[in-house]
């Protein structure tokens, strides 16, 4: 069993900066590629960032510029770095674990709210 745990979501002030951390922990897989995603209510879920492990990421155009994916092959950790925030990033941010074999984890989420 996998669990994936996100971290680091809050309030922040349009133009602030947040960091968003994710773990994944368990046996029986390998780890191809993580991502975060976002929902906002009413709206589809769309993929905000994905970082595979050789590196390459891949970014929403929406947020291009402004957020930052990074992460830790050894602890199977990433990180989303948002500065410049806006209201309209305003979302529960999940985060997806990828592996070889194909399958997906995801975690429960964290909120971003970006309000003043």
């Known amino acids: 069993q996998v669990q994936v745990v996100e971290s680091g979501g809050g309030l922040v002030q349009p133009g602030g900066s947040l960091r968003l951390s994710c773990a994944a922990s368990g046996r029986g897989f390998s780890m191809y590629a993580m991502g975060w995603y976002r929902q906002a209510p009413g709206k589809q879920r769309e993929r905000v960032a994905i970082?595979?492990?050789?590196?390459?990421?891949n970014y929403a155009d929406s947020v291009k510029g402004r957020f930052t994916i990074s992460r830790e092959n050894a602890r199977n950790a990433v990180s989303l770095q948002m500065n410049s925030l806006k209201p309209e990033d305003t979302a529960v941010y999940l985060c997806?674990?990828?592996?070889?074999?194909?399958?997906?984890?995801w975690g429960k989420g964290t909120l971003v709210t970006v309000s003043s």
């Open positions: 970082i595979t492990s050789s590196g390459g990421t």
């Open positions: 997806q674990v990828v592996d070889w074999g194909g399958m997906d984890y």
